[in-house]
């Protein structure tokens, strides 16, 4: 269950929003001054804290700084009386998910609440999907630390990327970072930010794959109190909350052809204007996006503006698979190990041989984020101080039985008479379909043409039982 401090010396309203939030599944607790909310912080983790802008005590942006420098994987929201931009943003930029103003309407609230929690969790997550703490590399400065949620590793493909990261930080480039889903986009973005000038300033990261059309624009540029249906107060858009930092647009290649147009215009002109405001607002913003699709095929096709492409496309960065990065598998999945005994409150010690030998067999179509996704399941199921092959996904295990087997085959002297030609033929069709799968035998057996208990037989014949 999620849990949320409310933080308000309005009594009242710490009871009614309580008792709402409750109704809703949330675990609540409620503070009514600053000292008291630190000494809650202090005894118990929060997925978020609502705090009202004007305690007796203290006021929000004072517990606003307190809470990220000692809890920075806690969501904040600031609750107050009084509309003031300038103070929004300014709240916004030293890392509060969003600024609201009475009085709250319950959707409005609720709806804010789901977001900032589901956006801190991400964030956290992305903090540990890639190692901590990369390896001192020769010859070369070593510009990442804890902090910075970066490991570049040593085989030759991860040196290349820390090359690229090393070589565009420090400028002002537009950067786009393109690769297979899952391969740590949005944390080579962190780290470019973290190595250039604008590090002590905001860094925004936005899906683009989950925007509407109609939400697009106030998600980009915000909106003004009532400038449509449903404008119950004042937003700040992406844009302006990164102004000064780096805007990380994700999935890029999703936008509409419309809101493609509007960002161009913005890109072109570094100004935007709020929905229901005539007031342009100047921006200073460095722009990452990241794809995992061929935006040069969408702008033959006519899906993505060439003229736009042009402008992200300053600087290039190709993310490998976690496929090409050999024995820097192993430096990710200890370190999600470690992270995962620390959420577990385990003491796994590390990876049997077989278990190691199949990490490196395997070719994680999910990379990095499947990679954490397994560690974290096996630390769960194991009960030992190594983890076993058994506490694996069963398509892993299986892959590895697989390419175990097909060496196996290729290395077999067989005479070569019609009937070995063809069993081996048959092995090879049977792999190569169950690869294809990710080992999911109903699909197997059904484009192999077969019912499943004679490819259950076969499998077995070739010591593939599962």
Request: hydrophobic share 40%; charged share 25%.
């Amino acid at each position: 269950m999620r849990k949320i401090l409310i933080v308000d010396d309005e009594i009242n309203i710490g009871l009614l929003l309580s008792k709402f939030l409750t109704r809703n599944s949330f675990s609540v607790s409620t503070a009514t001054s600053g000292v008291s909310a630190m000494e809650y912080l202090a005894k118990e983790s929060y997925d978020l804290v609502l705090c009202d802008y004007r305690l007796e005590d203290t006021d929000g942006k004072e517990m606003l700084i307190k809470i990220k420098e000692s809890y920075p994987s806690t969501g904040v929201i600031i609750i107050t009386g009084y509309s003031d931009i300038k103070l929004a943003v300014e709240l916004i930029k030293l890392g509060a998910y969003d600024y609201i103003t009475k009085p709250l309407y319950p959707d409005e609230i609720l709806n804010t609440i789901n977001k900032a929690i589901d956006t801190q969790t991400a964030l956290n997550e992305n903090r540990m999907e890639t190692p901590a703490e990369a390896p001192k590399q020769k010859g070369s400065k070593q510009i990442y630390n804890q902090t910075d949620n970066f490991v570049a590793g040593q085989s030759a493909a991860s040196k290349e990327l820390l090359k690229q990261i090393q070589l565009v930080a420090p400028t002002a480039y537009s950067v786009i970072l393109t690769g297979e889903s899952g391969t740590g986009k949005e944390s080579v973005a962190m780290a470019i930010h973290l190595n250039s000038p604008r590090k002590n300033n905001p860094f925004v990261a936005m899906d683009c794959g989950s925007l509407t059309k109609e939400l697009a624009g106030s998600e980009f540029f915000g909106h003004e109190k009532g400038s449509f249906t449903g404008a119950l107060y004042t937003k700040i858009g992406h844009f302006e909350m990164a102004n000064g930092g780096t805007l990380f647009l994700d999935e890029v290649g999703n936008l509409s052809y419309e809101i493609q147009a509007a960002l161009l215009r913005t890109v072109q002109e570094r100004k935007i204007k709020r929905i229901g405001s005539t007031k342009e607002i100047d921006l200073d913003v460095r722009i990452i996006v990241a794809t995992n699709e061929n935006l040069t095929n969408a702008i033959q096709k006519g899906r993505f503006r060439e003229d736009l492409y042009h402008r992200f496309n300053e600087f290039s960065i190709a993310l490998p698979p976690l496929s090409q990065r050999g024995r820097d598998i192993m430096v990710f999945a200890n370190t999600f190990l470690e992270v995962a005994n620390q959420e577990l409150n385990r003491n796994v010690q590390g990876f049997s041989e077989e278990v190691e030998e199949c990490f490196l067999t395997y070719n994680w179509p999910g990379n990095v984020r499947e990679l954490k996704n397994v560690v974290r399941r096996a630390t769960l199921l194991t009960e030992t101080q190594e983890i076993q092959l058994k506490a694996l996904p069963l398509e892993i295990s299986t892959y590895a039985k697989a390419s175990a087997m097909e060496s196996s085959i290729s290395r077999t002297e067989k005479p070569r008479d019609l009937k070995n030609a063809a069993l081996e033929a048959e092995y090879e069709a049977i792999l190569k379909v169950l690869r294809e799968v990710n080992f999911n035998k109903t699909k197997a057996a059904k484009i192999l043409n077969i019912d499943r208990k004679t490819l259950y037989n076969k499998m077995r014949a070739i010591n593939l039982e599962t």
